[in-house]
């Protein structure tokens, strides 16, 4: 296939697979991470050393602080990252660790890089089942992102040419995600799920990010992988 | 009726006309200003003149430089931004000044603080008579993101809470939007339009900005003044 693409890639379990599937399905791929003034900042060198790993020669990491909007526990350390939720609780409502339109700004930029490259694909590792709740990471977000593609570029103003936003995890659980992870021999050792690691980089092993990440790997399977605080 | 809202302000005609407009409709504005790395630069500073004149005391300046990706000849020098074009010419395809994705960007962005903030409208000077050609200019453009925010945020997840996207000067001429402005009493000589000023900040007079912004003071019979540069 050889057509290019734009893929979000944070350095994460799910990003990390979707390159890899991405890859494995001869797209040529320019990554775009961000680094927005997250806790969990580690996550962009990982980012970076993936993108190196996987031979992605484009990879942009733009940076965009959302600190100054505030309102979510991953900009801000005036909110805790919640631990030890129950999965019942988790999908509960919208949690404090949801960041405010993060996914629209990130494909936004996403849409203005393939814009210049001349490609027309998107790729993102949003998840609708393991999703923690985030708004941004429904089917029906996808869609409406889609179509305002089509109309905020030149694509609007040519026949023909239309964006499509690639999600291939949506409907996926997270054990599936790793199966295919494995499959594809991804290695989750470099990756980071961790909403709040401490200064070493170990994940703390409680907040949602990381209890999906566990039950993921216990029901796939797999031998878990990730390096946690001690304690 | 204080409502609060967020206004994107980049510190040219239409921006500040629509604030001094949200403003006199008594919206609680806050503004937000993007430096993207865009070749008149000086842009920013005079929105931070603007925002200070208006007393609005919550105005965020987003950093967020759009120059990786390049593609325009506002972010890059390597695309040198037309001149002396006729008014046939403007009308006709998408000019190279196009910023890929610019206006979803910035609205994405808007809407992030907005969720954060508890305001439920956002504000753009977007225009799409004398639009110069952006797709995200466009009236479709402006409803399609508004379905967008109603599905990526908290208020798709929550009955009743509905986002809007305040375009008033859509339909309205550049003299028509001059009009309105000198009837609210906006100086226009702190604004600027320029794509291309000099190191002095004065404007080129040629560029499709320049010529709009001319021909508006023109056409509403109000004396331009824009600080233009010699020769």
Redesign the interface.
């Known amino acids: 296939m050889n057509r290019p693409a734009v893929l979000l890639l944070s350095g994460g379990l799910d990003s990390t697979t979707l390159l890899a599937h991405a890859l494995s399905q001869h797209w040529q791929v320019s990554a775009l991470t961000f680094s927005y003034g997250q806790r969990h900042a580690s996550e962009v060198s990982r980012a970076r050393a993936v993108a190196r790993q996987y031979g992605v020669t484009r990879h942009?990491v733009?940076?965009?602080?959302?600190r100054?909007?505030?309102?979510s526990a991953l900009t801000t350390t005036d909110i805790a990252v919640p631990k030890d939720r129950s999965p019942e609780a988790m999908q509960t409502?919208?949690p404090v660790t949801?960041?405010?339109?993060?996914?629209?700004?990130f494909l936004?930029?996403a849409?203005?890089?393939a814009?210049?490259l001349g490609a027309h694909d998107l790729f993102i590792g949003v998840n609708a089942l393991d999703y923690s709740?985030y708004?941004?990471c429904?089917p029906?977000?996808i869609a409406?992102?889609e179509?305002?593609?089509n109309?905020?570029?030149?694509?609007?103003?040519e026949d023909g040419v239309r964006y499509t936003v690639h999600a291939p995890l949506m409907t996926m659980s997270k054990a599936e995600i790793i199966t295919l992870g494995m499959s594809l021999g991804v290695d989750y050792s470099t990756t980071t799920s961790c909403y709040d690691p401490d200064p070493s980089g170990a994940a703390c092993g409680r907040c949602d990010a990381c209890q999906l990440r566990k039950k993921g790997f216990a029901e796939a399977g797999v031998a878990d992988p990730t390096r946690y605080a001690a304690g």
């Not at 109309?151 to 103003?157: D, F, H, K, S, V």
């Open positions: 942009v733009a940076e965009l602080d959302l100054p909007f505030g309102g409502g919208v949801y960041v405010p339109a993060r996914n629209t700004i936004s930029s849409l203005a890089w814009e210049v709740g708004p941004d429904r029906e977000f409406a992102f179509q305002l593609a109309l905020a570029t030149r694509a609007g103003t």
